[in-house]
């Protein structure tokens, strides 16, 4: 007798999925950091290369392209991205209020 495979529906957050406490701020570093790696993959460089780019040591290096990323804060990581020459915009809106237009647009 098999036993048929359970599946359950995805939130879309994996850390949530897992009950971590911080999943949305994981989940944040996840999708930054990602973006990182796809750029320095990009640019095909050398971890030397990537540590001066980035302004932090070789073993830090070694951590983020590992995918290591809950050791760079939200900021660092975003600070790499303005490093690789990316323009970042932020959007700061209530969360529960749709209807609000009240915003406010951070270009970095």
């Known amino acids: ?16 999925d897992l009950g971590l406490s911080d999943a949305s701020e994981l989940f944040m ?4 950091g990602i973006q990182v790696l796809r750029l320095l993959s990009q ?6 290369e990537i540590s001066e780019l980035l302004g ?13 990323f809950q050791r760079f804060s939200e900021g660092k990581l975003l600070i790499f991205l303005k490093r690789l020459d990316t ?19 951070i270009s970095l």
């Open 1 to 16: 007798m098999t036993q048929e495979p359970i599946f359950e529906e995805s939130s879309g957050n994996v850390f949530a």
């Open 29 to 32: 570093r996840g999708k930054i």
């Open 43 to 48: 640019r095909n460089l050398k971890q030397r």
């Open 56 to 68: 932090i040591p070789q073993p830090e290096v070694s951590h983020l392209m590992k995918g290591e």
């Open 87 to 105: 323009e970042i915009t932020l959007y700061v809106r209530p969360r529960h209020a749709p209807d609000q237009s009240a915003e406010t647009v």
